[in-house]
C-alpha cells in the first residue's frame, strides 16, 4: 500500500525529516539560522517559546521529537531555560533516533552553535538517505483534521467533503482525529448520539460544555470577524460546519493533545485546558491546534479554508481544501483540493470525498502538497494543563 | 445528519426540510424570486455565496434554523425574503465579534 520509512521503535512515517527544536525563543534565531540552507531537504524548524516549564508543552514536544514522520532531532537550548532538555533529548535517543542537544551557552554563542549544528544536520541528513522502507497499511494511518479562515461555504462543501473522506479511511481501519470543541458548541447533543457508548456521549458533551464556558470567559468565541463578513454568523452556525468534518462513523473516544488513538476509528481532540480558565485562549491561531493533532500521531491533517488560509505545517502535510469557489479561483495555487466545485454544480460532495481520499493516499506516497511545495511550516505550542481522561473516554479500550 | 450532494443550478439551497433560512449558492441580487418549500420567496437585497435569507416569517425570539440545527435566535422580526445576518439574529451561546461599532471588544479598543 504505502511505501513507508520503519522507524527503530516499530512505527512507520510517511516523511524523513529532521526536526529542529528551539527550546525557548532565547534559541529561535539560532536554531532557524541551523535549519535554513537544508529547509529544502525536509529539515524542520519548531519549538516551545516559554521559559517556563509546562507539562503539556513538554508532551507535545517529546510526542513530536518521536514522530513517525521524523527521522532525526537536533534540540537548541539556550541553556538557562526552564525545559527539562535533559529528558526529552532521553526520549528522542531512546526511540532509536539520531538525537543531539546543543547548549548557545555552552557551545560558546550564536555562531558557533549554529557552526555546530549544521554540521550535525549534514552528517545525519547523509545518515537519513539508509532509513529503512517498509509497507505501511491504512490501518496504521493516523490522519487529523481542522478548518481555518472559515466562511459559510466551508460547512457545505469542504467540511462535509473532508467528513465523506474520513468516513471511507475509517471503514479501511485507519484513525482519524477531528477537534475544534470551541467550535462543537451548539453541536454537542447531535454528536452525542454518534458516540461508541452512552457514557462517551455523555463526556463528548461534558467536553463542549467545558469550551463553552472557556470562551466565554475569555468574552470570545472562537470566531474571527472575516467569518461574519463570509456570511457565518453566530458560534453555533460556525460550529454546525466545523461539525462535518467529522464525517459520519461512530465516534470511537476522547483524546487530549499528544495522546495517540490506540486502534483505527473516529476520535475526538480536547484541546481545551482542564481546571480554571487561567491559560488564554486555547487557539490563538490555527496552526496551535495542528500541532496538537500531529503531536497525537496524525500523519497528515486535512485543512478546509473558505476565506483562504495559505498555512502548511512542520513534520506533517497538510493537505489544503478549499471550500469557495471564488477563494479558489484568486488562490488555487495554495489549494490540493477545489471543493468549491460542489457549489457550483460541477461536482458532488461524493465525489469530492473520493478525490480527497485519494489524495491522502498519494501523499502518504510521497507526493507533496500545495503547502509542502511552498515551504509552509507554520507551528505553535501554548501553555495549557490537562487532566488524564477517564476510561468512559477511550471504551474501545475495555 | 444527511449532507446535500450536489446543487440544482437555482443558487438557492434549503437544507433541511423545516429550516426557516435558505442559504446562496451564486450571489443573488435583489429582487430576485424563488419557489422554495411552497412559497415565492422575493429577495429584499442582494445575498453573497454562503450567505443566507429567510423563507417564512420568523418571530423576534424564534430560533433560526440551518441544517436541522438551531444556530441561533432572531433577534427582531424577520420577514420572508429578508437578509439573516448579525443585524436581526444572535447566539444563544457567546455573543459574535465583528469589526462593527458598538461591539464591547472595538469600544475597549478605543
Known amino acids: 500500500m504505502i511505501n513507508a520509512y520503519l522507524r527503530p521503535d516499530g512505527r512507520k512515517g510517511i516523511r524523513n525529516g529532521i526536526l529542529v527544536a528551539y527550546l525557548v525563543e532565547c534559541a529561535h534565531h539560532v536554531a532557524r539560522e541551523i535549519v535554513y540552507p537544508y529547509r529544502s531537504q525536509g529539515v524542520q524548524l519548531v519549538g516551545f517559546s516559554g521559559c517556563y516549564p509546562n507539562s503539556h508543552s513538554h508532551k507535545v514536544l517529546q510526542r513530536l521529537a518521536t514522530h513517525p514522520n521524523v527521522g532525526a532531532v537536533l534540540l537548541v537550548s539556550l541553556g538557562c531555560e526552564g525545559f527539562n532538555k535533559g529528558g526529552l533529548l532521553e526520549t528522542a535517543r531512546e526511540s532509536g533516533r539520531p538525537a543531539k542537544l546543543v547548549v548557545i551557552q555552552d557551545t560558546g554563542g550564536t555562531r558557533k552553535t549554529i557552526a555546530e549544528g549544521q554540521a550535525w544536520v549534514e552528517q545525519t541528513l547523509a545518515q537519513l538517505e539508509h532509513t529503512p522502507r517498509a509497507t505501511m497499511q491504512l490501518h496504521e494511518l493516523v490522519v487529523g483534521t481542522k478548518c481555518g479562515g472559515s466562511d459559510a461555504t466551508s460547512g457545505l462543501t469542504a467540511n462535509p467533503a473532508m467528513g465523506r473522506a474520513f468516513d471511507f479511511l475509517v471503514e479501511q481501519g485507519a484513525a482519524c482525529i477531528f477537534e475544534e470543541t470551541g467550535e462543537l458548541i451548539g453541536m454537542e447533543h447531535w454528536m452525542a448520539q454518534r458516540a461508541a457508548t452512552a457514557e462517551l456521549g455523555q463526556e463528548l458533551i461534558k467536553t463542549v460544555a467545558k469550551a463553552a464556558r472557556y470562551y466565554a470567559a475569555m468574552g470570545h468565541a472562537s470566531f474571527a470577524p472575516g467569518n461574519a463578513d463570509g456570511g457565518l454568523t453566530t458560534i453555533e452556525e460556525k460550529s454546525l460546519g466545523a461539525y462535518a468534518k467529522s464525517g459520519q462513523s461512530t465516534i470511537s473516544g476522547i483524546l487530549k493533545p499528544g495522546d495517540a488513538p490506540i486502534k483505527g476509528g473516529l476520535y475526538l481532540m480536547d484541546m481545551i485546558p482542564d481546571g480554571d480558565v487561567r491559560w488564554g485562549f486555547p487557539n490563538i491561531n490555527d496552526n496551535v491546534e495542528v500541532a496538537e493533532l500531529i503531536a497525537c500521531g496524525s500523519h497528515l491533517v486535512l485543512f478546509s479554508t473558505g476565506r483562504g488560509s495559505v498555512v502548511g505545517s512542520a513534520v506533517s502535510p497538510v493537505i489544503k481544501v478549499c471550500a469557495n469557489p471564488k477563494t479558489y479561483e484568486r488562490m488555487a495555487d495554495d489549494m490540493d483540493v477545489d471543493a468549491g466545485r460542489i457549489l457550483e454544480g460541477r461536482a458532488s460532495l461524493d465525489e469530492v470525498g473520493r478525490e480527497i481520499y485519494d489524495l491522502i493516499l498519494r501523499v502518504a506516497g510521497g507526493e507533496q502538497t500545495r503547502s509542502e511545495g511552498l515551504g509552509h511550516q507554520e507551528f505553535q505550542i501554548l501553555y495549557k494543563s490537562f487532566e488524564p481522561l477517564g476510561p468512559a473516554c477511550f471504551p474501545s479500550a475495555a | ?110
Open chain 2, 1 to 110: 445528519m444527511a449532507y446535500f450532494q450536489k446543487t440544482d443550478g437555482s443558487g438557492v439551497l434549503l437544507l433541511a426540510p423545516g429550516d426557516n433560512i435558505a442559504v446562496a449558492t451564486a450571489e443573488l441580487p435583489a429582487g430576485t424570486e424563488r419557489d422554495i418549500a411552497g412559497s415565492r420567496i422575493v429577495l429584499a437585497s442582494r445575498v453573497e455565496v454562503g450567505h443566507k435569507f429567510a423563507v417564512r416569517a420568523i418571530a423576534k425570539g424564534e430560533r433560526i434554523v440551518k441544517y436541522g440545527a438551531p444556530i441561533g435566535v432572531a433577534s427582531r422580526d424577520i420577514e420572508p425574503g429578508e437578509y439573516v445576518h448579525t443585524h436581526n439574529m444572535g447566539s444563544d451561546y457567546i455573543p459574535t465579534y465583528t469589526l462593527e461599532d458598538g461591539h464591547r471588544f472595538v469600544e475597549e479598543a478605543k
